[in-house]
């Protein structure tokens, strides 16, 4: 029994881009769609209901018929918010708006400021509207803020945002029937009484119309366009059109963009000091020498097929070594410690800047109090006062608030113990994961020994080859690597639903609460799945090899699969190389999925678009085309930078130019980001947020570990400790060089079988040759190495540590300008709402003096005299 306006498609004049009713005048802020099917009866019902108590709620709903649909199948259901509703849930959501024009000075002009014109958007893309104080928005105070078109006031994103908030709320039962779990647009998108749920964009992107908003258009052309890489962010615009949500990760992601180019020039000018100390490198040079490295015979790398080995056919390892471990790899290592602290700092006060200027300083509050998520409502059934707000609100009991963390606890406990488990044996994970463990070691070890057995003692063809130009370390690490990095892929998925899972589990009970909670065990999976590799080669590969006649094995000795060793140069070309493979090959795949997966899914959805003879594919059906943001759209973003952030942090000792990727990666990953948002995605419901949440929280202990990390990797992993004892404690007096370095960094080992013409082998330790007294155990030489790694680990990083706290210390997390406007803004607020109320009690005092007056015949329509108005301002 409830009557709708239908779409009239041959309506005169009607704009295909329309943003409005059929009558032109009400504004579209949310589109629902549906199509009948065979249970349609049911949702019908469910639909009647809904569509009723939204009506209820002071709604507007317009139905376009199915026959006028591009598809001929799918309704639409087009929402109005008339002012009445937006200026009621305004004051429920305190959503601030201005009372006053900024009148505070703007700052002076940076010297020089000419030079970035070039980087520079014009004004009125960069400050789409003027500045202004505002508050909290209050029904009953209308004519104290600055109202001048009620149908403008509120902004689109604003509008979308109340509407969604009523939509998540709105129930479809029927009134006699009080089912608390039938509430929501999402669980009707969810049981397909509802297709999808979207707020509209502006017109077209790519061609500015003057009959609506270009918003959109200014976005795509000064923003989304790959040509304008080396221009700067319209922030503003951003939160104007999309919200402060979207808004705050851009500002975020450009900054760390910023900061990344200093930290890429430094490390491509250690990288190119590397290159330069390329032919002075002693160590290469011995390896290299067919009279050093070519005389000297190294102990088989297997045990079954392998035969020994000269040194020399690791030639091209040891260089290509030298350009990542070498003395300025130790200044880098230190000096991204410190970038990192710079990098959060700055971004502390970055972010509270946008604080101030986007009306998000009290936010937090006003949404922990009041945004519960519908979800919580639905499944707690107990109720209990809310002690702030002195309302009841629903609950969830202690008892099994507690049960469901330990529950969710030693979940994700097992889960993370177990990954970490399987990759410290070089690779990934559990049950369908156990069979990929054990098929990698195994590859990892046969493959390492298939290619061991084909370096002979005897030169070939074959051999030279294969030796000069390829040693099984290096082989057997790259293709695992790859191996490793598809299967990572793939695990990712698995991850989510696991994920997701746990966290409804504990029901939280805000969005800010479930998205926090979400983050925190998405990235404990995902820092095991990506990092756990380089951890395994930083840390474990060749610690636990053991020595000629006693080897470690892999699963027992019955599997004849010794523990992998390090080149003679060490471990830290293999790490360089599983880095450069995992982190590159992310950023290649993540920008290839962004890219062109919207764009196939949105060729695909629209190819029967504009095909209807009656049809004229308006702005709902094209948006309707485009793919849906979803409720962790925004999460993966966050997760694959602070994915590459690790990277760059944790493991950058081993490869100079991961900021140089990171920076690369990051220009084309802004306007990728741009042009998905702009053209590819359906318009987001603007949502607020004040910081960029618990990720802030995440970079903040990855900033930590990567100082720890970066000294264990340089003492551990790097060769460089050893040189130095050698060079200072264990060289003859008399020279100043690395000469005799590999020659006394190689143990002897006496062969008992000789297939060849030799009595002693070579292996990489510090060990007592045979015949000594102590033979095979390590040598002193072996602890002044060890007691200088763990003096190296404390000194570095009590020196990082100490400039990173200073640094801290020294940089407040607010400027000093914004503290001022904001204690301004609060001030003013206070004091025009007294001057509000003074203004407001006269006038009421006015009247009632004319209402007595009247009584005698003496009420004038003049207003108070200046003795009456005196007496009134003494008696407020």
Same mark, same amino acid.
Request: aromatic share 14%.
């Given at each position: 029994?409830?009557?709708?306006?239908?779409?009239?498609?041959?309506?005169?004049?009607?704009?295909?881009?329309?943003?409005?009713?059929?009558?032109?005048?009400?504004?579209?802020?949310?589109?629902?769609?549906?199509?009948?099917?065979?249970?349609?009866?049911?949702?019908?019902?469910?639909?009647?209901?809904?569509?009723?108590?939204?009506?209820?709620?002071?709604?507007?709903?317009?139905?376009?018929?199915?026959?006028?649909?591009?598809?001929?199948?799918?309704?639409?259901?087009?929402?109005?918010?008339?002012?009445?509703?937006?200026?009621?849930?305004?004051?429920?959501?305190?959503?601030?708006?201005?009372?006053?024009?900024?009148?505070?000075?703007?700052?002076?002009?940076?010297?020089?400021?000419?030079?970035?014109?070039?980087?520079?958007?014009?004004?009125?893309?960069?400050?789409?509207?003027?500045?202004?104080?505002?508050?909290?928005?209050?029904?009953?105070?209308?004519?104290?803020?600055?109202?001048?078109?009620?149908?403008?006031?509120?902004?689109?994103?604003?509008?979308?945002?109340?509407?969604?908030?009523?939509?998540?709320?709105?129930?479809?039962?029927?009134?006699?029937?009080?089912?608390?779990?039938?509430?929501?647009?999402?669980?009707?998108?969810?049981?397909?009484?509802?297709?999808?749920? $979207?707020?509209?964009?502006?017109?077209?992107?790519?061609?500015?119309?003057?009959?609506?908003?270009?918003?959109?258009?200014?976005?795509?052309?000064?923003?989304?366009?790959?040509?304008?890489?080396?221009?700067?962010?319209?922030?503003?615009?951003?939160?104007? $059109?999309?919200?402060?949500?979207?808004?705050?990760?851009?500002?975020?992601?450009?900054?760390?963009?910023?900061?990344?180019?200093?930290?890429?020039?430094?490390?491509?000018?250690?990288?190119?000091?590397?290159?330069?100390?390329?032919?002075?490198?002693?160590?290469?040079?011995?390896?290299?020498?067919?009279?050093?490295?070519?005389?000297?015979?190294?102990?088989?790398?297997?045990?079954?097929?392998?035969?020994?080995?000269?040194?020399?056919?690791?030639?091209?390892?040891?260089?290509?070594?030298?350009?990542?471990?070498?003395?300025?790899?130790?200044?880098?290592?230190?000096?991204?410690?410190?970038?990192?602290?710079?990098?959060?700092?700055?971004?502390?006060?970055?972010?509270?800047?946008?604080?101030?200027?986007?009306?998000?300083?009290?936010?937090?509050?006003?949404?922990?109090?009041?945004?519960?998520?519908?979800?919580?409502?639905?499944?707690?059934?107990?109720?209990?006062?809310?002690?702030?707000?002195?309302?009841?609100?629903?609950?969830?009991?202690?008892?099994?608030?507690?049960?469901?963390?330990?529950?969710?606890?030693?979940?994700?406990?097992?889960?993370?113990?177990?990954?970490?488990?399987?990759?410290?044996?070089?690779?990934?994970?559990?049950?369908?994961?156990?069979?990929?463990?054990?098929?990698?070691?195994?590859?990892?070890?046969?493959?390492?020994?298939?290619?061991?057995?084909?370096?002979?003692?005897?030169?070939?063809?074959?051999?030279?080859?294969?030796?000069?130009?390829?040693?099984?370390?290096?082989?057997?690490?790259?293709?695992?690597?790859?191996?490793?990095?598809?299967?990572?892929?793939?695990?990712?998925?698995?991850?989510?639903?696991?994920?997701?899972?746990?966290?409804?589990?504990?029901?939280?009970?805000?969005?800010?609460?479930?998205?926090?909670?979400?983050?925190?065990?998405?990235?404990?999976?995902?820092?095991?799945?990506?990092?756990?590799?380089?951890?395994?080669?930083?840390?474990?590969?060749?610690?636990?090899?053991?020595?000629?006649?006693?080897?470690?094995?892999?699963?027992?000795?019955?599997?004849?699969?010794?523990?992998?060793?390090?080149?003679?140069?060490?471990?830290?070309?293999?790490?360089?190389?599983?880095?450069?493979?995992?982190?590159?090959?992310?950023?290649?795949?993540?920008?290839?999925?962004?890219?062109?997966?919207?764009?196939?899914?949105?060729?695909?959805?629209?190819?029967?678009?504009?095909?209807?003879?009656?049809?004229?594919?308006?702005?709902?059906?094209?948006?309707?085309?485009?793919?849906?943001?979803?409720?962790?759209?925004?999460?993966?973003?966050?997760?694959?930078?602070?994915?590459?952030?690790?990277?760059?942090?944790?493991?950058?000792?081993?490869?100079?130019?991961?900021?140089?990727?990171?920076?690369?990666?990051?220009?084309?990953?802004?306007?990728?980001?741009?042009?998905?948002?702009?053209?590819?995605?359906?318009?987001?419901?603007?949502?607020?947020?004040?910081?960029?949440?618990?990720?802030?929280?995440?970079?903040?202990?990855?900033?930590?570990?990567?100082?720890?990390?970066?000294?264990?990797?340089?003492?551990?992993?790097?060769?460089?400790?050893?040189?130095?004892?050698?060079?200072?404690?264990?060289?003859?007096?008399?020279?100043?060089?690395?000469?005799?370095?590999?020659?006394?960094?190689?143990?002897?080992?006496?062969?008992?079988?000789?297939?060849?013409?030799?009595?002693?082998?070579?292996?990489?330790? $510090?060990?007592?040759?045979?015949?000594?007294?102590?033979?095979?155990?390590?040598?002193?030489?072996?602890?002044?190495?060890?007691?200088?790694?763990?003096?190296?680990?404390?000194?570095?990083?009590?020196?990082?540590?100490?400039?990173?706290?200073?640094?801290?210390?020294?940089?407040?997390?607010?400027?000093?300008?914004?503290?001022?406007?904001?204690?301004?803004?609060?001030?003013?607020?206070?004091?025009?709402?007294?001057?509000?109320?003074?203004?407001?009690?006269?006038?009421?005092?006015?009247?009632?003096?004319?209402?007595?007056?009247?009584?005698?015949?003496?009420?004038?329509?003049?207003?108070?005299?200046?003795?009456?108005?005196?007496?009134?301002?003494?008696?407020?």
């Amino acid at each position: 029994g409830h009557t709708f306006n239908f779409y009239v498609p041959t309506r005169l004049g009607h704009n295909k881009d329309s943003v409005y009713f059929s009558d032109g005048e009400r504004r579209i802020d949310f589109v629902l769609s549906y199509i009948d099917d065979k249970d349609g009866d049911k949702k019908a019902e469910r639909r009647r209901e809904f569509e009723a108590n939204l009506q209820k709620a002071g709604l507007m709903l317009e139905t376009q018929d199915k026959w006028e649909s591009d598809d001929g199948k799918t309704y639409y259901l087009k929402i109005h918010a008339p002012w009445e509703v937006l200026a009621t849930y305004a004051d429920v959501l305190k959503i601030k708006v201005p009372f006053k024009a900024d009148d505070i000075p703007k700052g002076r002009d940076v010297p020089l400021a000419w030079l970035t014109c070039p980087f520079r958007l014009p004004p009125h893309i960069m400050k789409p509207e003027p500045n202004y104080f505002t508050a909290p928005f209050d029904k009953s105070k209308v004519d104290f803020f600055l109202i001048g078109n009620q149908e403008t006031f509120f902004p689109p994103s604003t509008r979308n945002r109340i509407v969604y908030y009523i939509l998540t709320r709105c129930p479809y039962y029927k009134e006699d029937r009080k089912e608390k779990d039938k509430t929501g647009i999402k669980r009707l998108l969810n049981n397909g009484t509802y297709t999808s749920a $979207y707020p509209l964009h502006d017109c077209s992107y790519w061609k500015e119309a003057k009959e609506c908003e270009s918003e959109r258009y200014h976005l795509y052309k000064h923003w989304a366009r790959f040509l304008s890489f080396y221009k700067e962010q319209p922030l503003n615009l951003i939160r104007k $059109y999309y919200g402060e949500k979207i808004g705050i990760y851009f500002a975020w992601l450009g900054f760390y963009t910023e900061m990344l180019f200093l930290s890429a020039i430094v490390g491509v000018i250690c990288f190119v000091y590397g290159l330069l100390t390329f032919g002075n490198n002693m160590t290469s040079k011995e390896i290299c020498d067919p009279d050093i490295g070519g005389k000297i015979i190294m102990c088989p790398l297997c045990d079954k097929k392998c035969s020994y080995w000269k040194l020399n056919s690791s030639c091209l390892s040891s260089l290509q070594s030298h350009m990542f471990d070498n003395e300025g790899t130790v200044f880098f290592a230190m000096f991204m410690g410190i970038w990192v602290t710079m990098f959060l700092e700055l971004w502390k006060r970055r972010q509270a800047r946008l604080e101030y200027e986007w009306d998000l300083v009290d936010f937090e509050e006003e949404q922990q109090q009041l945004q519960i998520r519908p979800e919580f409502e639905l499944k707690c059934t107990g109720r209990r006062r809310n002690r702030i707000t002195q309302e009841m609100e629903p609950y969830l009991p202690l008892t099994s608030k507690c049960a469901r963390f330990c529950v969710s606890g030693a979940t994700v406990l097992f889960w993370v113990i177990l990954l970490s488990l399987s990759f410290s044996l070089s690779v990934p994970k559990t049950c369908m994961i156990v069979a990929c463990v054990i098929g990698v070691i195994v590859y990892r070890l046969a493959v390492y020994a298939a290619i061991a057995s084909l370096m002979k003692d005897s030169p070939t063809s074959k051999i030279q080859l294969l030796g000069p130009l390829i040693t099984p370390q290096l082989a057997t690490s790259i293709t695992a690597s790859c191996i490793n990095f598809a299967i990572i892929l793939v695990l990712n998925f698995f991850y989510e639903y696991v994920a997701i899972w746990i966290t409804d589990m504990e029901i939280p009970k805000t969005h800010l609460e479930y998205e926090n909670k979400l983050t925190m065990k998405m990235f404990m999976f995902q820092f095991v799945n990506y990092y756990s590799s380089c951890f395994y080669v930083a840390f474990f590969k060749g610690k636990f090899v053991g020595y000629p006649g006693k080897y470690s094995y892999m699963f027992g000795n019955w599997t004849k699969l010794r523990n992998e060793e390090c080149a003679p140069g060490g471990c830290l070309i293999e790490l360089t190389t599983q880095l450069v493979i995992v982190m590159a090959g992310k950023q290649l795949v993540g920008n290839v999925q962004e890219a062109l997966l919207p764009l196939l899914k949105n060729w695909w959805s629209s190819r029967k678009g504009r095909s209807h003879p009656q049809g004229q594919y308006s702005r709902w059906e094209q948006d309707h085309d485009l793919q849906s943001f979803g409720q962790f759209g925004l999460f993966y973003e966050y997760l694959e930078m602070v994915i590459q952030f690790g990277f760059i942090t944790l493991f950058v000792a081993s490869f100079p130019l991961a900021p140089l990727l990171a920076l690369f990666n990051n220009i084309l990953e802004v306007r990728v980001d741009a042009w998905k948002f702009t053209t590819q995605f359906r318009r987001p419901v603007a949502a607020k947020a004040r910081n960029i949440g618990a990720w802030e929280e995440i970079l903040n202990v990855m900033a930590i570990l990567s100082v720890v990390t970066n000294a264990f990797i340089m003492a551990f992993t790097s060769d460089m400790i050893p040189r130095l004892v050698y060079l200072y404690a264990y060289q003859p007096v008399h020279e100043a060089s690395m000469t005799g370095y590999i020659n006394n960094s190689l143990s002897i080992y006496e062969i008992t079988k000789i297939p060849m013409h030799v009595n002693y082998c070579r292996y990489r330790d $510090y060990r007592y040759p045979p015949g000594h007294e102590r033979e095979y155990s390590h040598t002193m030489q072996f602890w002044h190495i060890l007691a200088a790694k763990m003096a190296f680990i404390i000194i570095m990083e009590h020196v990082v540590f100490v400039v990173k706290f200073s640094v801290a210390w020294l940089i407040p997390d607010v400027p000093s300008d914004v503290k001022a406007r904001i204690k301004r803004e609060r001030y003013l607020v206070q004091e025009y709402l007294h001057h509000y109320e003074v203004e407001k009690l006269k006038m009421q005092l006015s009247q009632s003096f004319c209402v007595t007056s009247e009584a005698t015949d003496t009420c004038s329509l003049l207003p108070p005299s200046p003795d009456q108005q005196d007496s009134l301002s003494v008696c407020v």
